[in-house]
């Protein structure tokens, strides 16, 4: 007699969907964001949004801003990830390696308080930004294990490079984090894609963006977990929100298995050796010969 494989356990993930406003310090934004974390225990993963520590606008202050890894934010998640007992994604900082270079970087932390995953954002943003002047790019691209399985950090812009997202799901990954600062301006954008990169690569997105207003810019809220088959099963509003949902990580193999897009797609070599050639007639009856 066959069985049905054992289920893992369901899983709950914390949406922290953050504002950072001018008037607020980075001091007093984090010791703020510490308090409400501790005040909604009970999750296995808290996820916040892109920079919201320095402020995604604060273009002018990013160097005053910046802090290593050892610095203010990666301490408190480190902290309160012990506390809670719990991993947290502390969305992104802009942080400042040893040799004084900028670097828009995601860290997750597990519960017992060590990093376990560093992403430095890999496409910064140059429209309406200066990120892109101020910040350089990432070069790794990791998949480590967490409460969802294999999982993979990407940031805001990433999002628009399905390329990128093919490697990840090449690579194994089961769930893909995304922190970010998305103006309301094209908050259809957000919502259009965070839901077609689920469908594509049969992945769990836990996709967490800022909200309120920054310099001149209302950021777009309405951060959201979208399961793998696409399906979205819970999103946030446009205002400051902690939402815990619970879900089973497990429930990317079994869309895996039902519909093996995964299994059927070819690699990014395989696409790019295929022949140009167009079928085209160059006159009547000639492409049937």
Not at 224 to 249: F, K, N
Request: proline residues 6%.
């Amino acid at each position: 007699m066959s069985h049905a494989p054992e289920q893992s356990a369901p899983r709950s993930i914390a949406l922290v969907q953050l504002a950072s406003p001018d008037e607020e310090s980075q001091g007093a934004r984090i010791e703020r964001v510490e308090r409400l974390l501790l005040a909604h225990p009970g999750a296995d993963l808290y996820v916040l949004p892109e920079l919201w520590s320095a402020g995604y606008f604060a273009f002018d202050r990013y160097a005053e801003l910046s802090e290593t890894l050892a610095g203010p934010t990666v301490t408190m998640a480190r902290r309160v990830a012990v506390q809670l007992g719990a991993a947290i994604h502390l969305g992104s900082i802009v942080e400042r390696d040893p040799s004084g270079t900028l670097h828009n970087t995601a860290v997750l932390v597990d519960a017992a308080g060590r990093i376990a995953q560093i992403y430095r954002k890999i496409h910064v943003f140059g429209y309406q930004s200066l990120e892109s002047e101020l910040l350089t790019p990432g070069a790794t691209l990791s998949v480590v294990p967490s409460v969802l399985g294999l999982t993979a950090s990407t940031t805001c812009y990433d999002l628009r490079f399905p390329g990128l997202w093919q490697e990840l799901s090449s690579r194994g990954t089961e769930a893909v984090i995304v922190p970010a600062a998305w103006p309301a301006a094209r908050r259809e954008h957000w919502r259009l894609l965070t839901q077609a990169r689920a469908v594509e690569h049969q992945v769990w997105v836990v996709a967490v963006n800022a909200c309120g207003q920054q310099s001149e810019t209302e950021l777009g809220g309405f951060s959201r977990i979208v399961d793998p088959s696409g399906t979205i099963l819970a999103e946030c509003g446009d205002g400051e929100e902690v939402r815990i949902v619970e879900l089973v990580p497990d429930r990317v193999a079994e869309v895996r298995r039902e519909f093996p897009v995964i299994a059927d797609r070819l690699g990014a070599q395989a696409y790019s050796e295929l022949s140009s050639a167009s079928g085209a007639e160059t006159e009547p009856g000639s492409a049937l010969a």
